[in-house]
């Protein structure tokens, strides 16, 4: 009787375990986004994105947000579709490509012998949300790849409120996306100085 009972205990422990399985939620896909497509442009000045680097404990597919002070959240169902530090860089490079008006991109790492005249590196210090907002910290560069010397460097900070005023993971994507075309443009602006500034030195000569 012992072993009867150890059976059927055992068959229901597993029909249990089998049941909760296959209630669990699916799991919810996102992608951060670029703000526009990129429309057919000139090849100059060439771009090149990358490396781009994130937080270790933004490294993984969950979605990840302060729930209070210190203490983090991660999503168990709310996932990114590819790895964050790739569609940082691939959306931040399509960015660029708009707002410089350049179809000449390409993404670290590239072959030496095709260097672009701009590279551009950013280390992201913080990618978070809470008390219903979004806020990017960001050390970016851009660089020169042929030389690895740097034109122009700075520590970027931008924030903005979560569209229900709450942080709920879903409205993650949209808000860091626009946070990352925010970074974009400062990025294009130092871009656009440092080409001024060649123009003007090459029309001196």
């Not at 030389?147 to 879903?170: D, E, M």
């Amino acid at each position: 009787m012992t072993s009867t009972l150890k059976k059927i205990a055992g068959c229901l422990c597993l029909s249990l375990w089998l049941t909760a399985c296959g209630s669990s939620p699916p799991s919810n896909f996102y992608r951060l986004t670029p703000a526009v497509v990129p429309t057919p442009g000139n090849q100059q000045p060439s771009l090149g994105i990358g490396p781009v680097d994130i937080p270790e404990f933004l490294d993984r597919n969950a979605m990840v947000y302060t729930r209070d002070g210190n203490q983090l959240s991660i999503t168990g169902t709310e996932r990114w579709a590819e790895p964050l530090d790739i569609g940082i860089k691939r959306v931040v490079g399509l960015n660029l490509s708009q707002l410089l008006h350049s179809e000449n991109l390409r993404f670290f790492p590239w072959d030496v012998r095709q260097a672009p005249d701009y590279g551009v590196r950013i280390t992201v210090l913080d990618l978070d949300a809470s008390d219903g907002r979004a806020t990017l910290v960001a050390d970016w560069q851009v660089y020169s790849p042929g030389n690895g010397s740097v034109i122009s460097r700075r520590i970027s900070q931008f924030s903005r409120p979560l569209a229900s005023g709450q942080t709920v993971p879903a409205e993650l994507p949209a808000a860091y996306s626009a946070l990352l075309y925010q970074l974009s443009e400062t990025v294009a602006a130092a871009i656009q100085a440092e080409e001024q500034q060649r123009a003007a030195a090459n029309g001196a000569q």
